[in-house]
């Protein structure tokens, strides 16, 4: 019989099944309290994903079913591990980690966003990486202040 008919229990059929990691952004892993929450919350449910797939009893179809949860275990743990929980800032003058911000841009749009960690930022929810270009152009920035980004400029209008 060729072995294309058999089940094969191969080093090759678990290497088609190993995701490379999620890659892991440079620099501090700054992240508010509820940030680190969240992550926690992402461990969990990839750990659950991973036990419930590990009930498989087709071992290739089970390594298929775990292998995205085992790479989130692995990213997550490692965020987990390197996370820097920054306090919110009780200082509102300047924009900082934490803070929310508000700009208005010059075709007049006015836009709000809270500056978060990278792994929280969801600009469609109104939060932005730290890392963002349009955070970092605004960190230090006080009321009233401009900032040049991506060849515009913007006008913080409040900062809470």
């Not at 089970?62 to 987990?80: L, T």
């Not at 820097?84 to 709000?112: I, W």
């Amino acid at each position: 019989m060729s072995v294309a008919f058999t089940k094969e229990d191969s080093a090759e059929t678990a290497s088609e099944t190993m995701l490379p990691d999620r890659p892991i952004p440079d620099g501090p892993n700054l992240v508010t309290a509820a940030g680190l929450e969240a992550l926690e919350a992402q461990l969990l449910a990839a750990k659950h994903a991973y036990d419930t797939a590990m009930v498989v009893e087709d071992i290739n179809e089970r390594r298929r079913q775990a292998a995205s949860p085992y790479r989130d275990i692995r990213y997550y743990s490692e965020r987990i591990r390197t996370a820097q929980v920054v306090e919110n800032s009780v200082d509102r003058s300047v924009v900082a980690f934490g803070t929310t911000v508000t700009f208005e841009r010059e075709d007049g749009r006015v836009q709000t966003y809270r500056i978060v960690g990278e792994d929280e930022a969801d600009p469609k929810s109104g939060t932005i990486s730290f890392s963002s270009p349009i955070a970092r152009a605004l960190m230090g920035k006080g009321e009233g202040d401009v900032a040049s980004v991506a060849g515009g400029e913007v006008e913080i209008l409040r900062i809470g």
